[in-house]
């Protein structure tokens, strides 16, 4: 029941943080802990950004906006869906995206990379076409086209219900942007300067163990086989078809990096150190995905791939 005497800003996010504290919720989808889910349902229904909330947090909060927070709240954990979903939004690398169980939440350290314009690997200023591969959402390819005017992106996914969000957020932020409907290459017809992918990377023994939001989820965007190695490694192979001579390829693995580490010892793989948190993604040029590509065959030789 809620109290009936006046509620501060701060005191009504501390109440969804108590709520939002409950063992039986995983928070990793866009957020990191209670208070960071809090603060999406105060920016939420406040329509207002961090230092925004945080500045007003003295001011008493009508009966109504107190409601509406806690319905989501309620929601959440009656339904153990990501908060992302409930809101319908979440903000990522600082724009903010349509969400919902089309395609996975919209959540990757390469956020990082696109703020640092992927240095000191990329020239954007000489980049004038970009693959997000897998796209889900359209989060990272858009991100890109948002950021960096003077580039044609191309984003593609095989899902055509992950293609309908992504057409609904790039309305919305972005008009460099061309939507492709494609398993992995098999509709691309030209090279680019970059490649970025944030392709499945979880085997189904791994997807089994996972937390209850991640079966919220569609599975066909987490979950591939080889001990979830087939489609990044296929995408290692395929890539410099797609790739001009200068090009690079960003592929994130998350915390499959040490699988391909292990699956590939001869390679010094360049994995990314990031300043605010994640971790698995790796970088090639052109010529090192080219130089290792008889590894890569030979992996899915063996598992019967190709």
């Known amino acids: ?71 989501f709240v309620d929601k959440r954990l009656s339904t153990i869906k990501p908060m992302a979903y409930i809101l319908g939004q979440v903000n990522f690398c600082g724009l903010m995206f349509n969400s919902d169980e089309r395609a996975l939440v919209p959540r990757s350290p390469i956020a990082e990379l696109i703020h640092n314009g992927f240095s000191p690997w990329v020239d954007m200023n000489k980049v004038s076409s970009a693959l997000d591969l897998c796209t889900g959402s359209g989060c990272i390819g858009i991100a890109i086209a948002y950021y960096f005017s003077n580039i044609i992106v191309d984003i593609s996914d095989i899902s055509h219900k992950a293609l309908t969000l992504a057409q609904e957020n790039n309305n919305n932020l972005a008009t460099n942007v061309n939507i492709v409907q494609s398993d992995l290459f098999a509709n691309t017809n030209k090279s680019y300067d970059l490649i970025v992918t944030n392709p499945p990377y979880v085997s189904d023994a791994e997807y089994q163990e996972l937390p209850e939001e991640y079966k919220r989820e569609p599975k066909l965007g987490l979950v591939t086989e080889n001990d979830g190695l087939r489609i990044p490694v296929e995408i290692l192979l395929k890539a410099p078809d797609y790739l001009n001579d200068d090009g690079f390829l960003f592929l994130e693995v998350g915390y499959s990096d040490d699988a391909l580490d292990a699956a590939f010892p001869e390679i010094n793989i360049e994995w990314v150190e990031f300043l605010n948190g994640g971790q698995g993604v790796c970088v090639f040029s052109k010529k090192m995905l080219l130089e290792y590509s008889q590894l890569f065959k030979s992996f899915l030789e063996s598992a019967n791939v190709i």
């Open 1 to 71: 029941m809620i109290d009936s005497f006046p509620v501060t800003k701060e005191q009504l996010f501390i109440q969804l943080v108590e709520q939002l504290s409950s063992k039986k919720l995983f928070h990793g989808h866009a957020a990191i802990d209670a208070e960071d889910e809090a603060m999406m349902v105060m920016m939420h229904i406040f329509a207002e950004d961090v230092n925004e909330i945080l500045l007003s947090g003295h001011k008493e909060v009508l009966n109504s906006k107190i409601d509406e927070a806690h319905v």
